[in-house]
């Protein structure tokens, strides 16, 4: 059993014969499968629906509705489930995936996509950017965090729920795509044209910082392997003697819950990654594993508003053991613990069971992880990440406008000058 961190949905493109096409991507704030249900009513409080009234309703549809050809009986039936699902009011939660959803949620823990690479979320009713993926059609159209998706291909879709926006949105590998995007930070609205393409995530990428003794450690997505890769990422900074790192989260929308214990396990050498807490109040730890390699290494860690799930667990572990600064922004605020209920065909219901809280017991759902440090990027300014730093000067990092990394270095360098005069 894979328990993931994630559920808001990425745009993904797969062949059109699926006809739907999306993969989960941020609020899966966690997966536990559960075993499929038997039909029968086990509920005694409160009074269940009244099956009869959706009997009535669907015989009258069928009865006289015009457009015969629409009344397909499996269409009919996931919206009535995603309908009552819909109407628990967790929004961008739980949800209801239909068997090609659930084969494609599969997929993403792969690290391998097809797609424009966004991950979205229904938000105070509107279809929210929560980030873009490294090297994806969306992030290099500098699509971010927070920006809403008014139409797709010119139309509307106001009122739409997330998944007829994510039908609208998916497509045909090198098929293209516009959306009309609005920012509520520059109140403008503009069209963006992308093209569906294969996405590869390197999920943990880094490099030295031009000028200083100190490494960049991106970590893009918590799929599969990412502790693995930051291991070895890890051995490679030590042999080359340098002795501070950034760790960069931004934009992370998440990924395998067992990654992000892993991660933030290489950098505390005991207690907790974080607390369960049940809908009975109970409260269930998930400590840290031991033989951390980076445990007393300075750390910084870079968040905002992108920052959601796994990336969240990891920073605010961190932020609560006192073993790095954070720096950035608030992050996105994801925090429920989902149950993964199988149907009969192949379908699944994703509902809130539990919430997962910081080691501290500090609630993140909604309201997200405060950075020890505010820093907003400038509009516009681009991230700068670990490859990026190729070949890269101190004086072309310092004029790239990355406020948010050149903050995380001058703290680590004064941690590290304060080290050294004691």
Same mark, same amino acid.
């Given at each position: 059993?894979?328990?993931?961190?994630?559920?808001?949905?990425?745009?993904?493109?797969i062949?059109?014969?699926?006809?739907?096409?999306?993969?989960?991507?941020?609020?899966?704030?966690?997966?536990?499968?559960?075993?499929?249900?038997?039909?029968?009513?086990?509920?005694?409080?409160?009074?269940?629906?009244?099956?009869?009234?959706?009997?009535?309703?669907?015989?009258?549809?069928d009865r006289?509705?015009?457009?015969?050809?629409a009344?397909q009986?499996?269409?009919?039936?996931?919206?009535?489930?995603?309908?009552?699902?819909?109407?628990?009011?967790?929004?961008?939660?739980?949800?209801?995936?239909? /068997?090609?959803?659930?084969?494609?949620?599969?997929?993403?823990?792969?690290?391998?996509?097809?797609?424009? &690479?966004?991950?979205i979320?229904?938000?105070?009713?509107?279809?929210?950017?929560?980030?873009?993926?490294?090297?994806? /059609?969306?992030?290099?159209?500098?699509?971010?965090?927070?920006?809403?998706?008014?139409?797709?291909d010119?139309?509307?879709?106001t009122?739409?729920?997330?998944?007829?926006?994510?039908?609208?949105i998916?497509?045909?590998?090198?098929?293209?795509?516009t959306?009309?995007?609005?920012?509520?930070l520059t109140?403008?609205?503009?069209?963006?044209?992308?093209?569906?393409?294969r996405?590869?995530?390197?999920?943990?990428?880094?490099?030295?910082?031009p000028?200083?003794?100190?490494?960049?450690?991106?970590?893009?997505?918590?799929?599969?392997?990412?502790?693995?890769?930051?291991?070895?990422?890890?051995g490679?900074i030590?042999?080359?003697?340098?002795? &501070?790192?950034?760790?960069?989260?931004?934009?992370? /929308?998440?990924?395998?819950?067992?990654?992000?214990?892993?991660?933030?396990?290489q950098?505390l050498a005991?207690?907790?990654?974080?607390?369960?807490?049940?809908?009975?109040?109970?409260?269930?730890?998930?400590p840290?594993?031991?033989?951390?390699?980076?445990?007393?290494?300075?750390?910084?860690?870079?968040?905002?508003?992108?920052?959601?799930?796994?990336?969240?667990?990891v920073?605010g572990?961190?932020?609560?053991?006192?073993?790095?600064t954070?720096? &950035?922004?608030?992050?996105?605020?994801?925090?429920?613990?989902?149950?993964?209920? /199988?149907?009969?065909? &192949?379908s699944?219901?994703?509902?809130?069971?539990?919430?997962?809280?910081t080691?501290?017991?500090?609630?993140?759902?909604?309201?997200?992880?405060?950075?020890d440090?505010?820093?907003?990027?400038?509009?516009?300014?681009?991230?700068?990440?670990?490859?990026?730093?190729?070949?890269?000067?101190p004086?072309?990092?310092?004029?790239?406008?990355?406020?948010?990394?050149?903050?995380?270095i001058?703290?680590?360098?004064q941690?590290?000058t304060?080290?050294?005069?004691k």
């Open positions: 059993m894979k328990d993931t961190v994630r559920r808001t949905f990425a745009i993904f493109a062949p059109a014969a699926l006809l739907i096409g999306l993969v989960l991507g941020v609020l899966i704030d966690r997966f536990e499968r559960l075993p499929s249900l038997p039909i029968v009513n086990q509920t005694t409080d409160p009074a269940p629906p009244d099956f009869s009234l959706i009997h009535q309703a669907w015989d009258i549809i006289v509705y015009v457009d015969r050809a009344l009986q499996k269409p009919l039936t996931y919206g009535a489930i995603a309908g009552m699902v819909d109407a628990l009011g967790d929004t961008g939660h739980s949800t209801f995936l239909t /068997p090609e959803m659930v084969a494609q949620e599969q997929t993403l823990t792969q690290g391998a996509y097809v797609g424009v &690479g966004i991950e979320q229904m938000k105070n009713n509107q279809v929210t950017i929560v980030a873009p993926l490294d090297g994806s /059609p969306a992030a290099r159209a500098g699509l971010h965090s927070g920006e809403l998706i008014l139409k797709v010119g139309k509307d879709v009122g739409l729920s997330l998944q007829e926006v994510v039908r609208k998916v497509g045909t590998i090198n098929t293209d795509v959306l009309s995007i609005y920012d509520p109140k403008a609205t503009s069209d963006v044209t992308l093209r569906r393409s996405i590869m995530v390197h999920n943990v990428s880094w490099h030295r910082i000028g200083t003794d100190l490494a960049d450690i991106r970590i893009a997505a918590f799929s599969e392997g990412v502790t693995k890769d930051l291991v070895k990422a890890i490679e030590e042999a080359q003697h340098l002795s &501070g790192i950034v760790l960069d989260l931004r934009n992370d /929308p998440g990924g395998i819950l067992d990654q992000a214990i892993g991660v933030a396990s950098f005991n207690g907790n990654v974080l607390l369960t807490k049940s809908a009975s109040g109970k409260i269930t730890p998930d840290v594993h031991p033989g951390g390699l980076a445990t007393k290494q300075p750390l910084v860690v870079l968040i905002n508003d992108g920052t959601a799930s796994a990336s969240e667990i920073a572990a961190l932020q609560d053991a006192k073993r790095a954070l720096i &950035g922004d608030t992050t996105f605020g994801t925090g429920t613990v989902l149950g993964q209920f /199988p149907l009969s065909d &192949g699944e219901l994703l509902l809130a069971t539990q919430e997962w809280l080691p501290k017991g500090r609630t993140i759902w909604h309201k997200g992880i405060t950075p440090v505010t820093v907003t990027l400038p509009a516009g300014t681009t991230m700068i990440e670990p490859d990026a730093l190729q070949g890269m000067s004086s072309q990092l310092q004029a790239s406008g990355d406020v948010q990394l050149m903050k995380g001058s703290l680590l360098e941690k590290l304060s080290a050294e005069s």
